[in-house]
C-alpha cells in the first residue's frame, strides 16, 4: 500500500459515476478490485463526513485560531 493506492482508489471508485467503464481498463479494474475487498477500505466507504477542505470549514478554522 502506498499513499497513492488511497489518494487514487476513490476516483477508480467513482468510475461510474463519471460515466467511465473501467471493463476498458482491466489492470484499473484488477487493482480497485483489490482495495476494494480490504475490511479497512469497505470500511471507509462506509463513513460519509462532509468534505474536511471547504471554504466555509477552512475559515472557520482560521477563525477560531485567530
Known sequence: MTVAD?????FAHSTRWCGIDIS????VKAWHGKLAQRPAF?????VPVPYPFSGEVV????????
Open 6 to 10: 488511497f489518494a487514487v482508489f476513490i
Open 24 to 27: 476498458n481498463y482491466p489492470n
Open 42 to 46: 469497505q470500511k471507509a466507504l462506509q
Open 59 to 66: 475559515s472557520k478554522v482560521l477563525q477560531r485560531d485567530a
